[in-house]
């Protein structure tokens, strides 16, 4: 993509009223806009991160086993009476009226809709286990929106939905969803802590939040140490791998600020291990067995001809809150640093001097030389040099390619690494040379 072309609304001076760093750095990264009161214009930038954040989830998602499909936004209220939500869910609820009085609202969650789903279509035993997800906004009326999209009421969301015969096979969907929330936050470069919640208005017996740990977070969490040392396997079968996957990541203490208990956290944790901190809810796991299925009369007959109600479970991720929490944990003073995973595009490749013909020729040469292996955003524009090295910096793509006069002569460039601000010359043959030599196959 040619910056001269591109939509990339940057702003210089520091906005006012955005009180975290996230928000600070996405609105002068020009990647959102505020519409209304916690609701968001997702700009081209922003947009490229929210789809690469997304197709990291949804792939592991995929590996895990879960299929996906797509409910719609706007459900009617019948489904919420069923199972008793639509009074208790609150003023958080965005309740309207369609022309015939009915009454519809704009989904917080899909569990009524997807438990509406699963009591047509999984009656035997045969029809599952099944994992069903999907990534789509929601909206929640929240009392007090703030840090942007961090807490916002529109806002994009994954949301998983497991459905077991027995209890036991549920527990293994847990499992195998609580591992791929781990291998999703490590693929954007997040070390995502998970620590026992309460199941709040969603309700069932077992749950876990996953927290990233920054001073910025919402939620006060109190954590063993040794929490932050464990691994996951480096590749992953999650058939096999996913077996006692909970009951390893839940052996120290970690919880949020609902659950602490000051007796048993000094009684877990060593003195040196305990870790106060906050942290920002990335992702929410629930096990809820019957709750929902019973009143939905969602049954399944098993093997022996018994019939009882589907196991299910609910699995969350706040896809939009995660651009701001990667960007909380990882900038500097001169803007966002991108993991590679999430990066709007891989490489920034910057002429300094546009009026040097030859160093055009060189640098569009490149441009379309790299366009095959990777997504480059070329700045091709006319502002000073100054100008465009604090806006790739701001923006935080994690690798730049800069020419400039002397590269004419020398027939060198400067490769930067953004995160290290170091830097190395190279021969621009060479580089042409790796950079067909990388080509994917
Ligand atoms: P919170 O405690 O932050 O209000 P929640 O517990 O109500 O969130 P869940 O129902 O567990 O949220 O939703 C799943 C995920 O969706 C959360 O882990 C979070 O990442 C994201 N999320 C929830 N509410 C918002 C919001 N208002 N803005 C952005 N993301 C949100
Ligand atoms: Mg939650």
Known sequence: MKLSKYFLPTLKELPKDAEVMSHRLMLRAGMIRQASSGIYIWLPLGHAVLKKIEHIIREEQTNAGAIELLMPTIQSADIWKKSGRYDDYGAEMLRMKDRHNRDILYGPTNEEQITDISSHYFKSYKTLPKILFHIQWKFRDEVRPRFGVMRCKEFLMKDSYSFDVTEEDGKESYN???????????????????????????????????????????????????????????????????????????????????????????????????????????????????????????NVQDKDGTISPIQSGSYGIGVSRLVAAVIEASHDEKG?????????????????NPKNDELVNICDNLYNKMLSSQTVLYDDTSNSVGEKLTRMDLIGIPKQIILGNKSVENKTLEIKDRRSGETVIENIDKFLEHLNNDKPS
């Open 336 to 352: 966002i640093i991108w993991p590679e995973s999430v990066s709007p595009f891989d490489t920034a490749l910057i002429n300094l």
């Open 176 to 298: 195998k969803m609580f591992l791929s929330y781990l291998k999703t936050f490590q693929r954007m470069g997040l070390k995502a802590v998970p620590m026992q919640a309460e199941s709040g208005p969603i309700g069932g017996n077992l749950s876990h939040e996953f927290i990233i740990l920054a001073n910025t977070g919402e939620s006060k969490v109190y954590v063993d140490k040794r929490m932050l040392e464990l691994n996951i396997p480096e590749s992953i079968d999650y058939e096999k791998d996913s077996k006692g996957t909970v009951e390893s990541w839940t052996k120290y203490y970690a919880v949020t600020e609902d659950m602490y208990d000051e007796k048993s956290f000094e009684k877990n944790v060593d003195e040196e291990n305990r870790l106060v901190m906050r942290g920002i809810e990335v992702g929410h796991v629930f096990y809820f067995g019957d709750k929902y299925t019973k009143p939905f009369n969602a």
